[in-house]
């Protein structure tokens, strides 16, 4: 067997290690483009912000140590320029010396990556305006902001460009992130991406948001980033993180199937569509794991349990992919910002039925010191209470919910049965009802009747529906502070006395601050006759849902006092 | 719809509360023999350790407070002292006054909860050997703490005993830990309260293993606590936390059955032998969810869970209790322990067939600053690859990984599912290859035949066995550090070259640090024709199973440098 392979990072690293692990016999090559392999992708933008300081801890392996532990034979500053099908060999260019050669295969695995995006924008290939995708990217940003960078723009609101904010943070430069859209993060949905928004707005981070890069041009040693409608931002240098795409091109070129996404196609064995041939990796598209639609979720994680598949079936293991959930986290500043499974945008452009509900826990037991907020959206199919999506920001405790749950989809599990989870608990580690059971809790109670729901989109905007009435249970000291237009107080505590207040023959809008007590009022109330329904997520995601109608300064997560 | 409930901490007033939710209309009574309902067991000891300064914190709910908010008619300081089951009443005493009455009920809910097993031990009565179990305990103890205790003895190695090591090591004390059995925790398996032992006793805890108290007595103001063997601790007080028992009396009395463990007996709806009584927390024996078998799992979590499960039933609702994994974690000095599922010392005593393998992941990705050690154990079904249990030490990240595995239990997951796992990854937050990846990986190798596996167990301790080679493949500078009694060292990197070293006719039992550079020692072995076993979990592994024969100082988990 002579397994060649394309690409040296996440993907093509993995799937020569496991082919030698395979096979001792086989001869394994890989290619490189570029001079290094499997680096830690993940880890450039903290070499950036002077997090890592060395930075060989980026490179976990170095050809030398494939070849001497692995025994593969590892071509860097190697480009593989085509494929000849027929003849099963590609040709190769040696990028120093412009030497080609041909070298013969009877398995290839493509793992070619993906590539920056870079909008036909005027200027924007000028040296001042980068991208980060490789360590030599890396290495270009950190000479840029070591030179003494005092003002940076970032364009582009998503995981990288926020990984980019937090670390360019640390040297206390003037930041502004610039970004198409009328908010950040498009993959979560936006009444969460609000609570990220309002914490880096807090931490000096200038927002230019729904606003397209018009153009780049360099003066005097600056660039300008020139903005919709005349508004410039002038700065040292200009980090681009709009995404990025599936680097096809070999693929293309060689007549291999691309999907509708862009992504090379493969089959649940990684395979294209030449037996031969496999791919893996942020070039391919896989299959939504809760949509069943074709997508590209470029992941390190994925790559490598692709890379794997695709060793184990070139060297006979039928091994099969299952599709993505996409689970995805990212730091910025205090708060970490997690999701798994599919956002309610993306159930609803695949036409999939769902319920939500938000809930605002701690992350531990609030007796103990420490505690902090976590803000969690849950989303499952009102048919039977299958687990579809969540979303979870907070200060600490995030990653293990978002696992949590990326567990219960993976399963298939339900509402009911995250009702049952036995996770651990001790004061500072969670709580006797977890903040994941309490999201079964909340879930159950509406998929059994208990408690009507709506949103923060239901409330109308005109103060003086007449057959709405909005009430607020929570204290009247929390009233007078703040609530929703139009809404009457009675405190929780109050209402079983003062039932004979509310109206008849009104629909009740009831909210508290996060939903808990709403929603013994709405037991209450319910069984009083009264037509009552529960705002989900209460005042604090009304706030961050329709923050044109209401602000709170509790809706960004920090410590507990 | 009048129900009695008897007992207000965690599953009684659990219980209260979902009932009145689920009825405005029904006549709830809560009796508490204690002056506190409601207040977080779990947080008496940090208040002992000072770390919970404001005492008012552990009291979730006051009587006021549950009257209040949920119209429930709390009544402390008040005993039931019978029941009459055939006319449907109990006999209640005021604790204060002595006065006696009689209270129907349409139906029951026991949540009496358990009590501090005190073993018949001369003076174990004595005011300065305390148990903790409420907050009069709490308060007793605090005081004697305050009071400028500076020699405290805990005798019991288990999770309340370790709380209370770790919280009286905030004053500077000299602490004695006894425990009766050869090893502390002893609900989690030898090698794994190793590393915990190695821990507390590197913080100065002194430990008196394998030695049963045989008295107390005062003297001077002091207690004298007799060891085995003449040996004696003089302290300023002792702390007993040998375990607790199901508080039962009331129900033995009223001739409900009680099950074989000594816990009471309930069906799926915790319902008891009566009918119209239920049952509910620490004093009810539940269904052990690995074995299926009889267990006391006294948890605030299962508590609460089981408190409205009984209510839903009470209310008419049909509300089904799945049994109790019994996930626990505790943190002690700076190590987090956590369990879920059955140790391997229960699946042997079920007779029910498992695997095992260990592994020695970090947290985080190792590129990124502040990554720490874990030390991980997964117990797996031989047959289908079922996650049966799992046991997990380190610094960061158990809680999260417990969970992980609590989630993968309770879905009947198996370790082939654990390769796939999609967990979250930033490099602060995990690894692209999770340590749960890492666990699947390791655990379905095992399965599929790539590597035979065997433990320190397994290691002879004549040296001289002429059938058994053990091979050491960790560098030269490793093994002259320290290694297995008689291994030969081949590093692996040189392991292709140097094979013809190596005899065909013995059993070649290789490890190295934690397995993976072994691993792959096995496949490159295997694959040329020897007969090769992996020592799973490496030289950690090995060190902390059999201590007398290895010692490494990297045990313990830590920040890696």
Known sequence: MKLLIVGGVAGGAS??????????QAEIVLFEKGPYISYANCGLPYYIGHVIEDRNKLLVFTPEQMKKRFNIDVRTSTEVLRIERQEKRVEVKKIDTGELYMESYDKLILSPGA??????????DGTKVMTLR??????KIRVAVDAGARKVTVIGGGYIGLEMVDNLSNFGLEIHLVEMLPRIMPLIDPEIAFIVQEHIKSRGVQLHL?????GFKEAEGRLVVRLHRYEEIECNFAVLSVGVKPSTSLAVKAGLDIGPTGGIKVDDYMRTSDPDIYAVG???EVKDFITSRPALIPLA????RQGRIAADNVFGR???FRGAQGTVIVKVFDLTVASTGASEIK???????YEKIYLHPTNHAQFYPGASDIRFKLLYSPEDGRILGAQIVGVDGVDKRVDVIAMAIQAGMTVFDLEECELAYAPQLGAAKDPVNMAGFVASNILKGDCNTLFASDVPVDEQNPNILVLDVRTSKEYQQGTVPGAVNIPLDELRARIGELPKDKKIYCFCRAGLRSYIANRILKQNGLEVYNISGGYLTFCSSRPEMAYCDEIVPKKVK
């Open 282 to 284: 942020d070039a391919v």
């Open 318 to 320: 039928a091994s099969k």
């Open 115 to 124: 590539e920056p995006i870079k909008p036909l924008i005027p200027g924007i």
């Open 134 to 139: 490789s360590v030599q990217d890396m290495d």
């Open 210 to 214: 729904g606003k397209p890069v018009q």
């Open 15 to 24: 799937a020569a290690a496991r082919g030698r692990r395979l096979s001792e």
């Open 347 to 353: 159930l609803k452009e695949a036409g999939i039925a």
């Open 301 to 304: 994680g994925l790559a490598n």
